[in-house]
């Protein structure tokens, strides 16, 4: 029935001229897969957590009838991956998502292990100068005055307690 | 309802060291609701000690206002980054951002303020005058009631999404999924907390808001940063034109009704307040395939809605001394440390506060909309800023944000994690709306439904018992049941009438 | 690819230069200070493990407030809650002994949350030094005014009853689910999340009873919308002189809350002396008297020894009770 409903929204649905590139069947396929692999991976977990009885439901049930869910709507998702045209594919633009967010997770790391201020400075600069292609001049700029920023609002404005170097 | 008392506070808000206090909270409010993360029970915590040297009245003005006024600025960074700080937002970001993206970011923010103004205006005043009667009726509302409620909200979400029903489906199947992290409500065991204690209370919502909508939308962008994005050249302007004023003062009063009815119950009610109010628009309008495309109602009944909310959920706390939020739990906290215990006996003990911080929110809302109007004009410059420096700045205050939450480095990491997830979802054509406010309701119905199950000894019929609760389920049934059914059969005799013309 | 070569050698070289002088010379506040003589130099770090505004919260802020005269600098309190308090206090016992880190702590830590959850990295209370002891909260069991059961002993004669908790794990579990076993009453316990929902749903008759700490349902009663019916303390409390305790009526559960502060153990003697001199001086601060009056807490101000004593026969306690009455909250 969840089928018939959405189907005609889909069809309506004009492709852009100038979006992103679509994805093809397979990442309409990857794109069901993935909620089937979660609900089986989330039925074997919650087989140890103890359905309980309906009157007195366990921690497992609620995660498992979530699962069935993913498990059904993923196949359906999987059977109409040749029709489906709501994916989109992935480009060479992905490995700056990727650096993107790796940086962040760098950050975070160095964030608690030297304070904020010369991370967050890096940080402002990669993403300034080679996620943005900003020049080198603004990049400094900003970097520095939104780190500065930064600080005066929440550490000193607001008393977040953000590890930090300078002042006390 | 003292007629005396309610007059006497408004002499109260009038004096000027309330005046000055209250002025000074809801700009505060406004400012620190413009940050994502960083919410108002934060910010009240923070300013607890300050607080200490001040009177209880101007002291409880000024954070009350802190309160409503985070829901002003809440809004702005909704529309304009699609950074939705509260849940009760959520919905503001789907239509909202849209707008913000046609250049019509001043008319969406400008529908908002007056539709907060209007919401929490109307909710005030039901406040004066109702506020005992329905802090009564709130505790008509037990474990088999929010069962109900919740499942009505879920299935609503399901309906938000634009694409795909199947996709919003699963998206939601996700968001029920990650609520579960945490320990067990009813028994505390671990589940999917892989033995770490980080991840013991479960996962902030404003971690996974901030992980699907901020960081997944920047690392989208991201990917496609070799092409430039259409730039913005108009905003809108901040005072609605005629026409949109008409096409949501039906939504704004709506809203302001459906915010003040839900906004009482304690636990979620401004966030299904604001997804009732959305639905209810998307089924009032003639053409609901606008919305999620721009509709200006879809914005301005949400924003009527959920400062109605925050207004009334100050009903409970102030009537019956119980906490309807986290913010509202912070400012019991302050009327301890004041000395004045919130509870039943707060309005006779101390009208003063009582009618003082409750007049201080005319005073406050009317604030905030004067704030607003020219403040719009300031913020959505912010869309004129190339994309190469708005995204690191957002970046860099959302991490921020986050840390500040439970001052914890392990959320920031938890975020890059749901950004990731976020971009995925983005990718695979999934939307992050209904993954969000699924992951809300999610905790609420699952629990809700265990506890009541314990209070029935696993009679579900229970559910039919309870006047309240048979309503709402009647409510429900009627919305997933008849109301398609009906449908059905009417668009079967369309087409029959439609097809008889031909075989004539 | 070349470019992205270069980019990665530029940050790396970047991070290491910045990285490693402040590294070497531990300049990120909140890190060590080697000596212990002059201590205080600087603001002290005080980490509340659990949420802004709730009695942990409170106390914590209203003691931190009273100790900074005497010692002569700010303590700074930051909030990190989860898991009852393990989040934050694992983090601060990992610290430097240097005494700039120091945290709240509470008693359900150790004597309840090991009956319900399985931690192998669980703090063991030889990695912490106990430097105040703050305060107890005594658990009280109400009903709604409009209930039937007017006593103790109506209550536990009930056909069935539902009580309200504050959740798995809380003194308020603990107390009923020991009361109701020991006096054979057919009850369920329904874990609502946290205090205030389940005063909630007791205001609402949503269930029978509940056991709640004094903070949470001291207004209400004064208010007469709730009627407490027992007290789980060894001794009446100062506050419900007319309640009698649950031992006076044949049941010897005495489950209650306490506070106290904690540092990583190792604090050099000096540092441990003044904080230890700094917080027994803000004990006796007029101010908080009176937070303590409002807040419905009793003081508790024991030794470093004591209170290890103390939290470890509670453990034992509650363990046996738990094992007699063949409760499990372990799943």
Redesign the interface.
């Known amino acids: 029935m969840t089928v018939d409903q959405s189907a005609p929204a889909e069809v309506s649905e004009q492709p852009d001229e100038d979006g992103p590139l679509r994805g093809g069947p397979v990442l309409g396929a990857v794109a069901g897969a993935i909620p089937v692999a979660l609900g089986l991976a989330t039925l074997w977990y919650a087989r140890g957590l103890g359905f309980g009885r309906l009157g007195d439901p366990g921690p497992g049930l609620w995660p498992s009838i979530v699962a069935v869910l993913l498990v059904f709507a993923g196949a359906v998702i999987a059977a109409r991956a040749r029709v489906a045209r709501d994916t989109e594919a992935f480009t060479r633009g992905t490995a700056a998502v990727v650096i993107g967010a790796a940086s962040l997770a760098v950050y975070t790391y160095l964030f608690e292990l030297v304070g904020f201020e010369i991370p967050t400075v890096l940080l402002l600069a990669l993403w300034l100068r080679f996620l943005g292609g900003e020049s080198w001049r603004v990049t400094a700029v900003i970097s520095v005055l939104a780190t500065a920023g930064a600080y005066a609002l929440f550490i000193i404005g607001l008393g977040v307690p953000l590890p930090h170097l300078i002042g006390g | 309802m003292d007629v005396g008392s309610v007059l006497s506070g408004f002499a109260v808000v009038f004096e000027p060291q309330n005046l000055l206090y209250c002025v000074i909270g809801v700009t505060l409010g406004m400012l620190v609701g413009v940050l994502p993360g960083l919410g108002p029970a934060a910010t009240i915590a923070i300013l607890l000690p300050i607080t200490y040297n001040i009177e209880p009245t101007p002291a409880v003005i000024m954070l009350a206002g802190i309160f409503y006024g985070a829901q002003y600025g809440g809004t702005i960074t909704s529309v304009l980054l699609r950074l939705p700080g509260e849940a009760s937002t959520v919905v503001t970001a789907l239509d909202g951002y849209q707008m913000a993206r046609q250049g019509k970011a001043g008319s969406a923010l400008g529908i908002a303020a007056i539709g907060s103004f209007i919401g929490g205006t109307a909710s005030i005043i039901l406040l004066t005058l109702i506020a005992p009667l329905v802090a009564d009726a709130a505790l008509e509302f037990g474990p088999a009631e929010y069962t109900v409620l919740a499942l009505i909200g879920i299935l609503l979400v399901a309906t938000l999404g634009n694409g795909a029903l199947i996709k919003s489906v699963t998206a939601a199947g996700v968001g029920l999924l990650l609520a579960t992290v945490g320990l067990d409500p009813l028994m505390g065991s671990p589940r999917f907390t892989f033995g770490s204690d980080q991840l013991a209370d479960g996962i902030d919502f404003v971690i996974v808001a901030m992980g699907l909508f901020g960081v997944g939308e920047i690392l989208y962008n991201l990917e496609h940063r070799l092409r430039p994005q259409p730039a913005v050249l108009s905003f809108g302007r901040a005072i609605p034109r005629r026409m949109e004023w008409l096409a949501s003062r039906m939504a704004i009063l709506r809203g302001s009704v459906i915010g003040f009815v839900l906004g009482v119950l304690p636990g979620g009610g401004a966030t299904m307040s604001s997804l009732v109010a959305y639905a209810v628009e998307k089924r009032a309008a003639k053409d609901s395939s606008r919305f999620g495309k721009g509709a200006i109602e879809g914005v301005a009944g949400p924003e009527s809605a959920n400062n109605a909310a925050a207004t009334s959920s100050f009903i409970p706390l102030l009537t019956l001394g119980i906490p309807a939020n986290a913010t509202m739990a912070v400012l019991f906290g302050a009327l301890l440390l004041q000395g004045i215990p919130p509870g039943p006996q707060l309005i006779v003990d101390h009208p003063d506060v009582f009618w003082g911080v409750v007049n201080s929110m005319y005073l406050g809302n009317l604030i905030l909309l004067l704030l607003s109007i020219p403040l719009i004009g300031v913020f959505v410059r912010l869309l004129r800023v190339r994309a190469g420096i708005l995204a690191p700045l957002t970046v860099l205050v959302t991490m921020i944000g986050v840390y500040s939450i439970r001052n914890n480095a392990f959320d920031m990491f938890l975020v890059i994690a749901l950004g990731i997830l976020g971009y995925g979802m983005k990718k695979l054509g999934f939307e992050p709306g209904p993954f969000v406010l699924a992951f809300v309701l999610g905790k609420l119905l699952e629990s809700s439904f265990r506890r009541s199950m314990r209070l029935f000894d696993g009679d579900v019929l229970g559910f039919f018992r309870r006047p309240v609760s048979a309503v709402l389920v009647a409510v429900l049934l009627i919305t997933i049941v008849v109301v398609p059914v009906l449908r059905m059969v009417r668009s079967r005799q369309a087409a029959r009438i439609a097809r008889e013309p031909s075989q004539v | 690819m070349s470019e992205?070569f270069a980019?990665r050698r530029v940050?790396a070289v970047?991070?290491a230069a910045?990285?490693l002088p402040?590294?070497a010379c531990g300049?990120?506040?909140?890190g060590s200070d080697d000596a212990g003589s002059d201590y205080p130099t600087?603001?002290v770090?005080f980490t509340v493990p659990f949420?802004?505004?709730?009695s942990g919260?409170?106390i914590s802020?209203?003691v931190a407030?009273a100790a900074e005269k005497p010692l002569g600098q700010s303590i700074?309190i930051?909030?990190?809650?989860?898991?009852n308090g393990?989040?934050g206090g694992?983090e601060v016992l990992a610290s430097t002994p240097d005494g700039y880190n120091i945290a709240l702590a509470v008693k359900s830590l150790f004597a309840i949350t090991p009956l319900?959850?399985n931690?192998p990295?669980a703090i063991q209370p030889d990695k912490m030094e106990i430097v105040a002891t703050l305060v107890q909260e005594d658990y009280v069991l109400v009903v709604n005014a409009a209930s039937p059961y007017k006593t103790l002993e109506e209550l536990v004669k009930a056909p069935?009853v539902?009580y309200a908790t504050a959740?798995?794990?809380t003194g308020g579990q603990l107390s009923q689910a020991l009361l109701f076993k020991g006096a054979g009453t057919t009850a369920?316990?329904?874990?609502?999340?946290g205090g205030?929902?389940a005063?909630?749903?007791l205001?609402?008759?949503?269930?029978d009873a509940m056991s709640g700490s004094l903070?949470e349902t001291?207004?209400?009663i004064?208010?007469g919308?709730l009627r407490p019916l027992a007290i789980f303390s060894t001794e009446r409390s100062e506050f419900l002189p007319d309640v009698p305790t649950a031992k006076e009526k044949g049941y010897d559960v005495v489950v209650d809350q306490r506070r106290f502060i904690i540092a990583p153990a190792g604090l050099p003697e000096a540092v441990s002396t003044k904080l230890e001199q700094s917080f027994a001086e803000a004990r006796k601060d007029p101010a908080y008297e009176?937070?303590l009056k409002?807040?419905y807490m009793e003081r508790w101000e024991v030794s470093d020894e004591e209170a290890r004593q103390h939290l470890k026969d509670s453990a034992t306690e509650f363990a046996t009770l738990t094992q007699r009455f063949g409760l499990t909250?372990?799943?």
Request: glycine residues 10%.
């Open positions: 992205s980019r940050l970047l991070a910045a990285v402040v590294a300049g990120v506040k909140g600087r603001a770090n949420a802004a505004g709730g919260d409170l802020r209203a407030k700074v930051a909030n990190k809650p989860g898991a393990a989040v694992k319900v959850v931690d990295t069935s539902k959740g798995v794990g369920t316990d329904v874990p609502f999340d205030a929902p005063v909630t749903a205001l609402g008759r949503q269930v903070a001291m207004e209400h004064k208010a919308k009176t937070f409002d807040n909250f372990k799943s």
